[in-house]
Each structure stands twice: as structure tokens, then as C-alpha cells.
């Protein structure tokens, strides 16, 4: 992972959401695109001139990327409360015609973005655009994305909960979880999903293979889910169901990644 795009719509909370990436992507050594979309482009048999329509376009245009300009002079400035020594984020910025496409972020397979992050709104992924954002983005799933509610300050994590069904395909979310874990030497709390069949013996296979897996140590089972506190993350199972909200993390308060 080498770039975090942060989707921004001009709201406080897209603005919380860079800021709390920016202080994210020191930890990790990663730089940062914010990026804006516009919106549905108006139909060509609307009666309203073409000219005025371009010409509406691009005073659009130049007033949003002048404030997708300061907004990233207000996030480099954070690099003043950095530790000296500390791997300073550069910060870019991206205007973008038409209609949102999570596609269009990384469909490129030279793609450097590795972590995709969007603010929420009363810690819901909610208001427009953000909440289609957020929904098109976790549908896809074509890279982690990262919800942050509006009172989460970065801090580095203590501790990230995975809830899992502990099955076999759920290593590979385990994998990408250890790698953001281990810059934070974080514990890595594993926890099922409600209604797991055989638990006790679905987890001991599900630990054992962790272990043969990966050297990290940081990792211990729990039957329920921990009452989350920051700072810590939160990240929901393979039987996460996309379109049902709010995940029991984002009642918490916490911000949670969706793999």
C-alpha cells in the first residue's frame, strides 16, 4: 500500500476523515489523494444551452479545486505536529467530472492506492454523496475501506477487533489486518460472527493456522465482542451484510475498516 485516497465532499466530516488519514498515513509511510466527484452530468436534451452548461462547468470546477487546494494546505500543515524524524505524507489532490465511480479510483492495475477512507455523518456513512460513496466503495470491495465517524481523532491503534466466521477464506482478510497492525504493534483481538457452528473447534483450526501463517503474536481469540474504545479499530466479518446499517462498531464510536 503506498497511497491513501480519501473522498472528499467539501463536508466538516470529509475534512475530519483527511486530517485523521494524513496522521494514518505517517504511520504506515503512505502518501495522500483527496478526490472529489461532481455528480450526475445534466442530460443533453435537458433545453438548457450547452455553452452556458460548459461554462457553469467550469466556474464549478475552478471554485472546487481551489478548495480542494486549501484543504490540502490545511492537511499538510498537520506535518507540523508530526514527531521529528517521522515520514511525511505528501498530499494531492484530484477534481473529477461526473457521476461516482469507486471503479475509476482503482481499476488501474498499476494503481498505487492501497486504502481507500470516507468520513461519516452522526457515524453513519450518510449524506449525499458520502453515503452512496460509502455504499458503492464497500460494494465493489475492490480495496479496504476505511469509515471514520466525526469524533475520532488518530491516535496510534491499541488494538483491532476482527469479527470473523473463522472460515478458511477469511485468512486473507487476516493477512491484510497483520500488516496494519504490525507499524502499531497492535493486538489483533479475534472474535465470531453471531450463530458460529462449533465454535470452540472452528476456533482452535482457526488459531492454529494463524499461527503456522504468520509470525505475528499479538493475536488472541475472544468470544464476544469487546465494548470498543479508542483507540482502537474495528473491522466486520465475511458475512458482513453490506446493506444493512449500522454495524455494531460504528455505535462505538470507532472507525471501522470494511475488507
Known sequence: MKQILVMIDFSVNAAH???YAFRLAACLQMDILLVHYTGQKPPVDSGISEDWLEEQRLAQQKAGVEKLRLLSVAVRKLAESLDAGAYL????YQWQDGAFDPRLAVYDPKSTVGLLVAGSHEYLP?????????RLLIEH???PLLIVPPDADFQPYRQIVFETSLAEEEMARL??????AEPFQAELVITPVPLAKKLRDRAERFMAAIARQ?????IRFQETLPVLKKPELAVPGGNFDKGQWPPAALGQRVPLLVL
Open 141 to 143: 470491495g475492490l480495496r
Open 175 to 180: 493477512q491484510t489486518l497483520i500488516k496494519l
Open 214 to 218: 504468520s509470525p505475528y503474536t499479538h
Open 126 to 134: 450518510g449524506g449525499k454523496p458520502s453515503q452512496d460513496h460509502a
Open 89 to 92: 505524507p505528501a498530499v494531492r
Open 17 to 19: 476523515a483527511a486530517d
